[in-house]
């Protein structure tokens, strides 16, 4: 890649990303599948170092030798890995190499107005995964993903007609369905990793409580838990959802609700101390959380004990 400064770009249209990598303007101005392979070799020199987009970007990749830049680290993606980018997420330079083949989409949110798939693509959590949690395909499943591109791919070089964009929407909402499923299925095959990640939140969570943490940062956060796991919240919420069926805040306030349950049981201090010990602004948060948890409040709850 030639020398540039290390300037923000941002790319407002899809027509402009184009240019900037130095190809030819999209079919469609609101969608665009772009295919580096062995015959359109990806650019190196016209990529920019660091840049935003006002639209959706889906890579998928296909063949890759060596490691991969995407933003400011180095990965090691394997064929079939997929990563996600929503509207207004920095991007970050990427370096590909000659033998990096991939498929990139790029989808503006004006061309899923008035379609069902605009809120719906809004709610899947891993357009805000970091890079070093992109989804790695099994050999089926790149099959699957890559018919799926071939069929928009064929649709978007035959030429815009009046019903191109109703089928090319329909095949966006078809792959991100399969994404969420195979997302799913990383979490379970890759349990070793998941299970240590759950093992690491728990003692994160009980360090914390266990602390005078509580009284100097509050309650504690799935903000918290993800930094001190280094990765995002997105990520934690959907695996911890996949391996015991709650997100991150609601495994926390489980956590928290037998803390509580310890301290009413084996102290004698008050409900409002026991309220700010465990982060609470307000003891009558605690006793709302408490009851909506187990149906009884905590001094119900203390009572039963007596």
Same mark, same amino acid.
């Given at each position: 890649m030639k020398s540039k400064g290390e300037k923000l770009i941002r790319f407002i249209s899809i027509s402009e990303s184009h240019k900037a990598f130095g190809l030819p303007a999209p079919q469609h101005p609101l969608v665009s599948l772009i295919h580096f392979n062995e015959a359109n070799p990806f650019n190196t020199e016209m990529a920019p170092i660091y840049d935003v987009v006002d639209f959706y970007k889906i890579t998928f990749i296909t063949k890759n030798s060596g490691r991969l830049k995407y933003g400011q680290d180095y990965y090691d993606f394997d064929e079939g890995s997929m990563l996600f980018l929503a509207p207004n997420h920095l991007v970050g330079s990427t370096d590909y190499n000659s033998k990096t083949y991939c498929?990139?989409?790029?989808?503006?949110?004006? &061309? &899923?107005?008035?379609?069902? &798939?605009? /809120? /719906?693509?809004?709610q899947y959590s891993y357009f805000s995964y970091a890079s070093n949690e992109a989804l790695h395909l099994s050999e089926k499943e790149r099959a699957v993903i890559l018919s799926?591109? *071939?069929i928009m791919e064929k649709e978007l070089n035959s030429g815009v007609d *009046? +019903?191109?964009? *109703?089928?090319?929407i329909a095949q966006i909402e078809l792959m991100l369905s399969y994404v969420n499923r195979f997302y799913k299925r990383q979490f379970i095959t890759r349990k070793k990793v998941s299970n240590d990640i759950l093992q690491k939140t728990e003692t994160i969570l009980d360090e914390y409580l266990n602390s005078q943490e509580t009284l100097k940062l509050g309650l504690p956060t799935v903000h918290y838990l993800s930094q001190h796991l280094n990765i995002s919240s997105g990520y934690l919420s959907d695996m911890l959802r996949a391996l015991i069926g709650k997100n991150a805040q609601q495994y926390i306030h489980e956590k928290i609700i037998e803390k509580a349950k310890e301290k009413l049981t084996t102290s004698e201090q008050s409900i409002s101390e026991i309220a700010y010990e465990l982060g +609470? *602004?307000?003891?009558?948060? +605690?006793?709302k959380l408490f009851k909506t948890k187990t149906q009884i409040t905590p001094l119900e709850f203390r009572q039963s004990f007596n």
């Open positions: 498929y990139i989409l790029l989808i503006h949110p004006d &061309l &899923l107005l008035g379609h069902p &798939l605009a /809120k /719906k693509i809004r799926v591109y *071939e *009046e +019903f191109s964009q *109703e089928v090319v +609470f *602004e307000h003891p009558q948060s +605690f006793s």
